[in-house]
């Protein structure tokens, strides 16, 4: 009996005693193994994320060089908007030195005064504009400024409250060195006299045959001026007093001006069209985005969203102040002027906000055979592969021509080979793994976390 238990304590002590190398055998780590992931079939996205601010597509001064009367300095006699409010077309904003400033409907800045007898594209568009708020230019063809853009003129102003500045000698302001037509009229009445004595009963037997001749030519010559008199007179648009915008309703951003101050440079800022989403990219970012992309719009602080296209990306960095520095020492910058087109007008509440912009730089047509980007690797043979790991454990290299990339992933193409869904591919390989086991993308190195992959 005692000789029973000392054998069995004999065999329990011997089950705690280990060699020295099987013990650290049972200590070292695993035997490492490969990481795979698998093939799959998915819509990859890369994305740009950046900010942008939301502001009207079109963004003017309100800065008429207007001509004080007699010589003095122009002064801002009323304000007729308040800053943050909507205005329309034909609505006078401001006046100033007793002469209305007002915006009409057109992309053509203003650069000359308008006068009977012009032509040209802003003729066409100040006509446009008037027709738009209801006064006709009659029989003027598009472009003329004759007497039905006259007429026209000539309402307008009078809907507004102002009698337009004239231009040719006629009553009122512009009449300076007399007037053309009155003069023209006159010379046109010694014309028609002199042809009456002329072919009277009392001068009849004293006038010649030349006489009569030059006395008719006088006349008609009288008459021409006349006609080409009155077509450069009447009612004109002086450029110190109207300025186009792209859309209405419009809106003042910023009025600087004050009743019985001086005009200033900036008197008043104001905003038209749809609002727009104006970013910047970085350098590195710039080559992944181009006009048409889609874009995600968010509001971080009301939460609202919306989607847009990339309008443009500017060609080249936009100069920026350096810091500390005046604004006349702009120097190139480092971000690309990015904007963005809404799909659908966005609230107005979102005017000034700061926004965030993701762009999807770039997206699959549909779905597409996708593998970790960990997985493709490029030999020395300039061929890029991926290593399928087959059910049996050997090893497929398989050439592919990589697609779109994101999220992690890369789309890829066999070549020359076949690549399934659902089939493994080597990421990764831990350290000390055995010969042949780099045929990943990451050689011999380390295993990164990678979706999906197994050992």
Same mark, same amino acid.
């Given at each position: 009996?005692?000789?029973?238990?000392?054998?069995?304590?004999?065999?329990?002590?011997?089950?705690?005693?280990?060699?020295?190398?099987?013990?650290?055998?049972?200590?070292?780590?695993?035997?490492?193994? !490969?990481?795979?992931?698998?093939?799959?079939?998915?819509?990859?996205?890369?994305?740009?994320?950046?900010?942008?601010?939301?502001? @009207?597509?079109?963004?003017?001064?309100?800065?008429?060089? @207007?001509?004080?009367?007699?010589?003095?300095?122009?002064?801002?006699?009323?304000?007729?908007?308040?800053?943050?409010?909507?205005?329309?077309?034909?609505? !006078?904003?401001? *006046?100033?030195?007793?002469?209305?400033?007002?915006?009409?409907?057109?992309?053509?800045?203003?650069?000359?005064?308008?006068?009977?007898? %012009?032509?040209?594209?802003?003729?066409?568009?100040?006509?446009?504009?008037?027709?738009?708020?209801?006064?006709?230019?009659?029989?003027?063809?598009?472009? =003329?400024?004759?007497?039905?853009?006259?007429?026209?003129?000539?309402?307008?102003?009078?809907?507004?409250?102002?009698?337009?500045?004239?231009?040719?000698?006629?009553?009122?302001?512009?009449?300076?060195?007399?007037?053309?037509?009155?003069?023209?009229?006159?010379?046109?009445?010694?014309?028609?006299?002199?042809?009456?004595?002329?072919?009277?009963?009392?001068?009849?037997?004293?006038?010649?045959?030349?006489?009569?001749?030059?006395?008719?030519?006088?006349?008609?010559?009288?008459?021409?001026?006349?006609?080409?008199?009155?077509?450069?007179? &009447?009612?004109?648009?002086?450029?110190?007093?109207?300025?186009?915008?792209?859309?209405?309703?419009?809106?003042?951003?910023?009025?600087?001006?004050?009743?019985?101050?001086?005009?200033?440079?900036?008197?008043?800022?104001?905003?038209?069209?749809?609002?727009?989403?104006?970013?910047?990219?970085?350098?590195? *970012?710039?080559?992944?985005?181009?006009?048409?992309?889609?874009?995600?719009?968010?509001?971080?602080?009301?939460?609202?969203?919306?989607?847009?296209?990339?309008?443009?990306?500017?060609?080249?960095? %936009?100069?920026?102040?350096?810091?500390?520095?005046?604004?006349?020492? %702009?120097?190139?910058?480092?971000?690309?002027?990015?904007?963005?087109?809404?799909?659908?007008?966005?609230?107005?509440?979102?005017?000034?906000?700061?926004?965030?912009?993701?762009?999807?730089?770039?997206?699959?047509?549909?779905?597409?055979?996708?593998?970790?980007?960990?997985?493709?690797?490029?030999?020395?043979?300039?061929?890029?592969? =991926?290593?399928?790991?087959?059910?049996?454990?050997?090893?497929?290299?398989?050439?592919?021509?990589?697609?779109?990339? &994101?999220?992690?992933?890369?789309?890829?193409?066999? =070549?020359?080979?076949?690549?399934?869904?659902?089939?493994?591919?080597?990421?990764?390989?831990?350290?000390?793994?055995?010969?042949?086991?780099?045929?990943?993308?990451?050689?011999?190195?380390?295993?990164?976390?990678?979706?999906?992959?197994?050992?």
């Amino acid at each position: 009996m005692g000789a029973f238990a000392l054998s069995g304590a004999g065999l329990w002590g011997a089950s705690l005693v280990q060699s020295p190398a099987q013990a650290a055998a049972e200590a070292a780590p695993p035997v490492p193994d !490969v990481l795979t992931a698998p093939v799959e079939r998915r819509i990859v996205s890369d994305t740009v994320v950046t900010r942008g601010t939301v502001s @009207a597509s079109q963004t003017v001064d309100i800065a008429p060089a @207007a001509s004080a009367a007699e010589g003095g300095k122009p002064v801002v006699t009323k304000l007729l908007v308040q800053a943050g409010k909507t205005f329309k077309a034909g609505q !006078v904003l401001m *006046e100033i030195s007793g002469r209305p400033v007002f915006v009409l409907t057109g992309t053509l800045p203003v650069y000359r005064d308008l006068k009977p007898g %012009a032509h040209g594209e802003d003729v066409r568009q100040l006509q446009k504009a008037l027709a738009g708020l209801g006064h006709s230019t009659g029989g003027d063809r598009k472009g =003329v400024y004759g007497p039905g853009t006259k007429a026209a003129v000539a309402a307008f102003y009078a809907s507004v409250g102002y009698d337009p500045v004239l231009v040719g000698g006629e009553s009122g302001p512009g009449g300076e060195g007399g007037d053309p037509v009155e003069a023209a009229r006159d010379q046109v009445k010694a014309a028609e006299r002199a042809l009456a004595r002329l072919t009277s009963g009392k001068a009849e037997g004293e006038a010649s045959g030349d006489d009569l001749k030059y006395a008719r030519e006088d006349l008609a010559e009288a008459r021409k001026k006349l006609t080409d008199a009155e077509a450069v007179s &009447g009612p004109m648009v002086p450029a110190s007093e109207v300025a186009y915008l792209s859309g209405f309703p419009a809106r003042v951003d910023v009025v600087n001006a004050k009743v019985g101050g001086d005009v200033g440079e900036k008197p008043m800022t104001v905003s038209a069209g749809r609002l727009v989403v104006k970013g910047s990219l970085a350098a590195h *970012e710039k080559g992944l985005v181009r006009a048409g992309q889609k874009v995600r719009i968010l509001s971080e602080t009301t939460g609202q969203e919306a989607t847009g296209v990339v309008a443009s990306v500017s060609e080249e960095p %936009a100069a920026a102040a350096p810091e500390g520095g005046p604004a006349g020492d %702009a120097v190139q910058g480092q971000g690309y002027t990015l904007e963005v087109r809404p799909d659908k007008d966005l609230p107005a509440t979102l005017a000034g906000q700061d926004v965030r912009l993701t762009v999807e730089a770039a997206t699959s047509v549909g779905k597409v055979l996708v593998v970790p980007v960990s997985a493709v690797s490029a030999g020395a043979d300039s061929r890029t592969t =991926v290593t399928v790991l087959q059910n049996d454990g050997a090893r497929r290299r398989v050439e592919v021509r990589p697609g779109t990339s &994101g999220d992690g992933y890369v789309q890829v193409t066999p =070549v020359g080979g076949t690549l399934s869904e659902q089939e493994r591919v080597i990421v990764g390989v831990g350290a000390g793994a055995g010969a042949g086991a780099g045929d990943g993308g990451l050689g011999a190195g380390g295993a990164p976390e990678v979706p999906g992959a197994q050992r």
